[in-house]
C-alpha cells in the first residue's frame, strides 16, 4: 500500500506543477541551443547631424527584417557576470531609414544580440553590429548612390504572444544608426517576431546524392535614381547547399532596361547562410561578386557586388518557392538597384 500512495502523491504533485506557467526564461524560448528568429517590424523616425536639411522625418516609411539563430554563452562569461537566464543571438537584417530629405539610405548589417527575460511576458534586447548601407543623396547637383559603412546599435522590448503560438511575440525596437562623416538617424519600430524551437534538419531528399536546385525568377528592378522607373526583370540560378546553414550559388541575370540609366546583364556567384525555421520555412542571406555589362553605360564589363536577403518554403520534398530582394552595388555612385523577385526552384541530381 505504501509504494501505492507515494506514486498517486508524486503523479498528483505533476499535474498540479505542468498547470503553472512557464519560468520567465521559457517564457518565449526553452534552453535549446537550435532558436531560429525572424521579426518584421515598421515604424518611423528622423534624422539629424551633418548634411541634413529641410525634413528630417522618415515619412512612416522606415522597416527592418531581422533573422538569426541563438548561440550559447560562453561558461566563464556566464559565471563571471551571472549571465546564466540570457541568451546570446547573431542575427541578419535588412533595415531602411526611409525618406527624410534628399535622404534615402538603407542597407544590411550583422548583429550580435543579448536578450535577458525581465518577467513572464517581457524580455529584453541589445543589438549592436555593422551595418553597410548605401543613400541616394543629390550633392552640388548630382544624384549620388554612396556606400557607407557604419553601426546600428538596438533595443528591443519583446512582449510575450504565446497564447497565439509558441515563441510569438510583438517586438517594440528602437534603432541607432551612426555613419562616420554623415547624418546619424533614431526610428522607434513595432512589429511581429517568433522563435523557432528546435528547427529540425533541412528537408532532404533521397532521389540524389549529389542534388544541385535549379530555379529561375521574374520581378521589378528599381535604379537607385530619382529619374528611373521600375523594369521587368528575370534570372536564372543553380545553387548547392552544404549541410543545414550553408551554400553556393551562380546566376544569370537579366536586370532589365529602365530606358534611362541601366540596361545591365550579368552573371553572379553567390555564398549563403541559410537558417531553416520549421520544416518547411527557411531564411538566407547571400554576398558575392556579380560580372555584368551595363548597355547604357560603358558598354563593358564591370565587377559590382551583389547582396541577397531570401526566403522560401517547400512546396514539396524536390520543389520550393521564394521570394528574393538583392541590391546591386556598383560603387559607382550611380547605378545602384534592387532587385524584386519571385522564383521557383526544383531539385536535379545524380
Known amino acids: 500500500m505504501a509504494p501505492l500512495i507515494a506514486w498517486a502523491q508524486d503523479h498528483e504533485n505533476k499535474d498540479i506543477k505542468s ?7 521559457h517564457s518565449i524560448t526553452t534552453d535549446s541551443d ?7 517590424t515598421i515604424g518611423n523616425g528622423f534624422a539629424y547631424g551633418k548634411g541634413v536639411v529641410g525634413d528630417r522625418y522618415m515619412e512612416g516609411r522606415t522597416f527592418e527584417f531581422r533573422f538569426g539563430k541563438e548561440i550559447s554563452v560562453p561558461a566563464f562569461l556566464a559565471e563571471k557576470f551571472n549571465l546564466h537566464d540570457a541568451k546570446l543571438r547573431l542575427d541578419l537584417f535588412h533595415f531602411n531609414e526611409g525618406h527624410p530629405d534628399n535622404n534615402h539610405r538603407d542597407g544590411f548589417g550583422a548583429q550580435m544580440v543579448y536578450r535577458k527575460p525581465v518577467s513572464q511576458k517581457i524580455n529584453l534586447e541589445l543589438g549592436l553590429g555593422p551595418y553597410f548601407s548605401m543613400n541616394t ?16 546599435l538596438s533595443v528591443a522590448a519583446l512582449v510575450d504572444l504565446n497564447r497565439f503560438s ?19 538617424s533614431v526610428a522607434l519600430l513595432v512589429g511581429i517576431g517568433k522563435y523557432f524551437d528546435k528547427v529540425p534538419a533541412r528537408i532532404q531528399s533521397e532521389s540524389y546524392s549529389n542534388p544541385i536546385w535549379l530555379g529561375i525568377t521574374a520581378g521589378i528592378s528599381q535604379t537607385n535614381h530619382g529619374v528611373s522607373e521600375g523594369a521587368l526583370g528575370f534570372s536564372v540560378e543553380a545553387k548547392k547547399y552544404y549541410g543545414n546553414h550553408w551554400g553556393a550559388s551562380i546566376s544569370g541575370i537579366m536586370e532589365g532596361d529602365d530606358e534611362v540609366r541601366v540596361h545591365r546583364n550579368g552573371v553572379a556567384a553567390q555564398g549563403w547562410f541559410v537558417q531553416p525555421l520549421d520544416k518547411n520555412w527557411a531564411a538566407s542571406a547571400g554576398i558575392g561578386p556579380y560580372v555584368a555589362m551595363n548597355k547604357r553605360g560603358t558598354n563593358n564589363h564591370q565587377l559590382h557586388s551583389l547582396i541577397s536577403f531570401q526566403v522560401e518554403r517547400y512546396i514539396d520534398i524536390k520543389w520550393k518557392g521564394f521570394v528574393n530582394f538583392s541590391r546591386v552595388t556598383t560603387f559607382t555612385s550611380k547605378n545602384d538597384r534592387d532587385l524584386f523577385r519571385i522564383g521557383l526552384m526544383k531539385e536535379f541530381g545524380i
Open 19 to 25: 498547470s503553472f506557467p512557464q519560468d520567465a526564461s
Open 34 to 40: 537550435n532558436n531560429a528568429y525572424a521579426s518584421a
Open 137 to 152: 543623396t543629390t550633392i552640388k547637383g548630382v544624384e549620388l548612390n554612396e556606400a557607407k559603412l557604419g553601426a546600428l
Open 166 to 184: 509558441p515563441g510569438l511575440h510583438m517586438r517594440y525596437a528602437l534603432n541607432h544608426v551612426s555613419m562616420p562623416e554623415k547624418h546619424s
